[in-house]
């Protein structure tokens, strides 16, 4: 198995590693509620995903 030669700096090594950034999810509205949902995913508030009651959500009062 292939060794290094040479030690990689840290300079070197967080050059290769700019391009590794986290990023914002996407985010679109709720057609039902109107609340902020990361796109294609159920919306947390109201449980529906693109106009259709996808999980069923318990009502606390």
Known sequence: MAHPKRKTSKTRRDKRRTHYKAEMPALGVCSNCGSAVKLHTVCGECGYYRG???????VTA
């Open 52 to 58: 259709k009651l996808a999980v069923e959500k318990e």
